[in-house]
């Protein structure tokens, strides 16, 4: 089987993570991979892992990029690629008319991943018409059912995204050398239990929510202290600035960091009394979440969205309502009085995700 996923670039990201898995499994499985993209970081390692790259940026939101339809139409009779799997809406259009050119007989089957809960428009209903709609949860799948219903029921399946226990294994503990380094860098959290919230700074990931919750645990809690993982949003700048400002009207100016972007969050969830997830808006997933509880971390969440569905399945205790700062200040201190571990979940793993995304390419 010859199989070539669509995306508009590999420069890291949940969407472009997924791709590379899926593109491994399929070399490791005797198949066939190319991966279609503007190219970026994480090529190098598609290319180390057995699959083809082919640099096309199909991804820019220009009239002018439509004009790369013939081209790729011409492509897909070259490579007469099994499956022809769409990963993201612009390069999803200029692809569709592409394949859709095609005599049927000649044409490749269509598979559609619907990652986010995209802005309901006829722009984001082409991440519908695969001949296989793969949902990544079942807010994705009901998002679908509800403002896209004529999508055939029968073309949706449900395939949540997963983490591997390898990498994120269950009791994980961070190295001494790792640690020492980290306090090294933040001396203030030297003997402090750490409160986490991992997330950019963006207006949706409920960073005063956060905030107001650390300052009503502050007065009973001299020995914690709250980390924000997230780099700030250069189209954003101001939102930085207003969350700055309000750490210091709270007068918690000694008990928040914000560490900025980070590629050790694994060390960090850790080292973690409890890490948080408070989008204000549901979404569609819940990586982060699913990453701390693998490794055993307990996670607090409002209980919307893709991280509804994750605490409900591994983490009960973990949900909370949407912004109920009263019932998370509750819960976080039932948390830190009485540490609770999540339980191990079979669920959300990677190795059901390739196996199941595998399926759908062998059944169409």
């Not at 790369?68 to 070259?78: D, G, N, Q, V």
């Not at 089957?109 to 949860?137: D, P």
């Amino acid at each position: 089987m010859k199989v070539v996923q669509v995306l508009p670039a590999l420069n890291g990201g949940g969407v472009e993570k997924g791709t590379l898995e899926v593109a491994r499994y399929l070399i490791d499985h005797g198949h066939q991979s190319i991966v279609v993209s503007a190219g970026g970081g994480m090529v190098s390692q598609l290319e180390d892992e057995g699959s083809r790259h082919i640099q096309w940026d199909l991804g820019k939101k220009s009239l002018l990029t439509f004009r790369h339809i013939w081209a790729f139409r011409k492509f897909l009779k070259e490579e007469q690629p099994d499956i022809l799997h769409l990963r993201s809406r612009m390069p999803a259009w200029v692809t569709w008319f592409a394949w859709n050119g095609l005599p049927k007989y000649k044409r490749p089957k269509l598979v559609t991943t619907v990652h986010g809960l995209y802005s309901v428009s006829k722009y984001s209903q082409i991440m519908c018409r695969g001949e296989a709609v793969i949902a990544v949860s079942e807010t994705v799948r009901n998002y679908i059912l509800s403002n896209y219903p004529e999508t055939p029921k029968s073309n949706i399946h449900l395939i949540y995204r997963g983490v591997d226990p390898a990498e994120w294994p269950y009791g994980y503990q961070a190295s001494p050398e790792w640690k020492q380094a980290f306090l090294n860098e933040f001396p203030q959290l030297e003997g402090k239990r750490l409160l986490c919230l991992p997330g950019r700074l963006t207006r949706l990931k409920g960073h005063h929510d956060f905030l107001d919750l650390m300052s009503s645990l502050a007065p009973d809690f001299e020995d914690i202290h709250a980390i924000i993982v997230g780099g700030e949003d250069p189209k954003r700048k101001d939102y930085a600035n207003e969350l700055y400002q309000r750490v210091k009207e709270l007068g918690l100016e000694h008990r928040v960091t914000f560490t900025g972007a980070r590629k050790d969050i694994r060390e960090i969830f850790s080292i973690s009394e409890i890490v948080y997830s408070l989008s204000t808006k549901p979404e569609s997933f819940g990586r982060t979440v699913l990453e701390a509880l693998s490794l055993g971390r307990p996670v607090l969440g409002y209980d919307h969205g893709g991280v509804g569905e994750i605490l409900s399945e591994i983490f009960k205790s973990g949900k909370v309502a949407l912004s109920s700062i009263s019932e998370l200040d509750e819960k976080s201190k039932v948390l830190l009085s009485v540490s609770r571990a999540p339980d191990c979940s079979e669920v959300f793993t990677k190795q059901n995700m390739l196996s199941s995304t595998l399926d759908v390419y062998s059944a169409l």
